[in-house]
């Protein structure tokens, strides 16, 4: 088991930068996962790791040992690739313990880690067939398990789920998350998809074009946004935001926009006050959006006239698309609410969740 410290990585293709001085401490056994959006270098950075990419600039450290200049297969990693890149020809058996065939370990070693891979993976009367005769998910868990019997320090995910269909992802990522907490092993996992980030890494790190924007627990992302883009990209639906003004009025603040205004609650007021007279950026979570005859009680509320433009039955709540104004935003409200499309409704904005932004070209989180 061992640590990742990335220091100081930058990897440039030509005039093109793709990781962009990135400093980033993965603690032994823990569960990491690079989010954002395609293009953004998290994949980059895997590779830099695995060593399937030349660093242009920094150290890269598996535990206590720097590891630029050591070859792939000598840093003690195993990797699991978007593509399942399995040998056809070979049998599952085969195809888990073909990399340790090439490493001349001992035939009965062999069989013991393949069998207790297969065993970990549920997949032990798969073990005669022939890639072609297994689901996509099976293929999936013989790649993992080819990396398992390794029993490499760090376990590499490079959108190991993206070939899946919805059920097999929620499947499958469960299973990734129930072998990490059996094996104890240190996960680097990457993904363009918040909801796989949310719901397995015990951290994130959030990468836009190349730049590490923020990294902290999932809980802590949704709740303590460093800025516009991290709190865009984590929740889904994503987060609404609404070009504002934060005004003084009769000894409280209030946030006006083109559309509607709504009053902070006195609990904030401290925090936001040396922005008062000063443009920002309001934003609130669909999930914080409510039918008034619907809204938990104890709230900070502020009432907003919407009218509903479209709306999405999901069964144990109801996504409505809703227009104020020359704003559009998204709530997420109980699913007995009488709201329909083309009619005026009346919403109300849970204020105590409320997020307020500077009008920079950060664009960070007011603290």
């Known amino acids: 088991m061992a640590s990742v410290t990335f220091d100081h990585i930058s990897k440039r293709f030509g005039d093109v930068t793709a990781v962009n001085d990135l400093n980033l401490f993965v603690e032994d056994k823990e569960f990491l996962v690079l989010v954002g959006p395609s293009g953004c270098g998290k994949t980059t950075a895997l590779r830099l790791l695995a060593g399937l990419e030349e660093i242009s600039e920094g150290e890269i450290k598996i535990g206590d040992r720097l590891v ?3 070859a792939p297969k000598d840093r003690d990693i195993a990797m699991v690739f978007q593509s399942y890149a399995l040998y056809p020809h070979m049998s599952v058996f085969d195809n888990m313990a073909f990399g340790l065939k090439l490493r001349k370990t ?3 070693e062999i069989r013991r880690r393949v069998l207790q891979a297969a065993e970990i993976l549920g997949i032990e009367n798969l073990l005669d067939r022939k890639p072609r005769q ?3 998910g099976q293929r999936q868990r013989v790649a993992v398990g080819r990396a398992i019997v390794r029993e490499p320090k760090v376990f590499l995910f490079d959108e190991p789920l993206s070939n899946l269909d919805a059920k097999l992802r929620v499947e499958t990522r469960a299973n990734i998350s ?3 907490q059996r094996l104890e092993t240190t996960f680097i996992y990457v993904t363009h998809d918040q909801v796989e980030a949310m719901t397995m890494a015990s951290r994130i790190a959030v990468i836009k074009g190349g730049l590490l924007q923020q990294t902290d627990t999932p809980q802590q992302l949704y709740d303590r946004p460093a800025n516009v883009f991290v709190a865009g990209f984590i929740g889904s639906p994503a987060m609404n935001f609404f070009s504002a003004r934060l005004a003084r009025a009769d000894g409280k603040l ?4 083109e559309s509607f205004s709504v009053e902070v609650p006195p609990a904030r007021m401290g925090t936001y006050d040396r922005f008062a007279g000063k443009q920002v950026i309001f934003g609130i979570r669909p999930e914080d959006i409510h039918d008034p005859a619907f809204c938990p009680p104890g709230i900070h509320t502020a009432p ?3 009218k509903v433009d479209v709306t999405e039955l999901m069964g144990n709540e109801i996504i409505l698309y809703l227009v104020a104004g020359k704003d559009a ?7 007995r609410t009488q709201a329909r499309p083309g009619s005026p409704s009346q919403v109300v904005f849970a204020m105590d969740n409320m997020h307020l932004f500077e009008v920079d070209g950060e664009q960070n989180a007011i603290r």
């Open 68 to 70: 630029n200049d050591v």
């Open 106 to 108: 001992p035939k009965p």
């Open 134 to 136: 297994l689901s996509g």
């Open 178 to 180: 129930k072998l990490h």
């Open 254 to 257: 209030v946030v006006e926009t």
């Open 304 to 306: 907003v006239e919407a």
């Open 329 to 335: 935003f998204v709530g997420r409200v109980d699913p």
